[in-house]
Each structure stands twice: as structure tokens, then as C-alpha cells.
């Protein structure tokens, strides 16, 4: 299993960025995948995930209305596409694979290297 984020940097704030993931060595849509975040000194958070085949998708509430999360299963790919960007979005992202089809209510098993995102003026 390998996942392989890109599209991180810095923007000013109210900026955009999409973040992508590159998931391989597994049956790409058995698992939901998500996007976490640390920002230094704080705990990691789930920012958002997605299902395997209905792409039903979570957010936590920082980042509803700015952030979309999406997949293609054809490319085995995952977005993060993050709108209004703030300072406090600052963080390194992570994509992760969870261990089943859903969401809510499982562990994350695979994780990428993860890529840097600053917000700031």
C-alpha cells in the first residue's frame, strides 16, 4: 500500500489549494479514504472523508463550506480542494486509508508522508 500526497504550499489568506493523493497496492474502492491534519503543537485532526463507491462524504465543521473532498476511482485518486484558506488551516495533511468501505466508526491503516500547507499573510 502506498499513498502519495502533492499540492501543498503557501498561499495568503482567502487563497485555494487542492491536494491530491495517489493510492496504490490495494482495491481502491473497498476502503474510504480521508484527509488529516497536524498544525504544530496541536493534535491530529480528521478534516474529511470519503466512501468507496457512493462518495458520501464528512467534514469536520472548521472546514464545511470551504473544503471539498472528492475521489476518482478510475485514476485511484483523492482531493482535497480547500477554498477561503485561513491561517489557522495551517497544518501538515495527510491522506489515510481507512480499513473498510465507510467512514465513521473505523481505524486508519495506511498513511501518507504528508505535505505542508501555510496560510499566511
Known amino acids: 500500500v502506498q499513498l502519495v500526497e502533492s499540492g501543498g504550499g503557501s498561499v495568503q489568506p482567502g487563497g485555494s489549494l487542492r491536494l491530491s493523493c495517489a493510492a496504490s497496492?490495494?482495491?481502491?474502492?473497498?476502503?474510504?479514504m480521508a484527509w488529516f491534519r497536524q498544525a504544530p503543537g496541536k493534535e491530529r485532526e480528521e478534516v474529511s472523508c470519503v466512501t468507496g463507491t457512493d462518495s458520501s462524504t464528512l467534514y469536520t465543521d472548521s472546514v464545511k463550506g470551504r473544503f471539498t473532498i472528492s475521489r476518482d476511482n478510475a485514476k485511484n485518486m483523492v482531493y482535497l480542494q480547500m477554498d477561503s484558506l485561513k491561517p489557522e488551516d495551517t497544518a501538515i495533511y495527510y491522506c489515510?486509508?481507512?480499513?473498510?468501505?465507510?467512514?465513521?466508526?473505523?481505524?486508519?491503516?495506511?498513511w501518507g508522508q504528508g505535505t505542508q500547507v501555510t496560510v499566511s499573510s
Open positions: 497496492g490495494f482495491p481502491f474502492t473497498n476502503h474510504a
Open positions: 489515510a486509508r481507512s480499513d473498510s468501505y465507510y467512514c465513521e466508526e473505523v481505524a486508519y491503516d495506511y
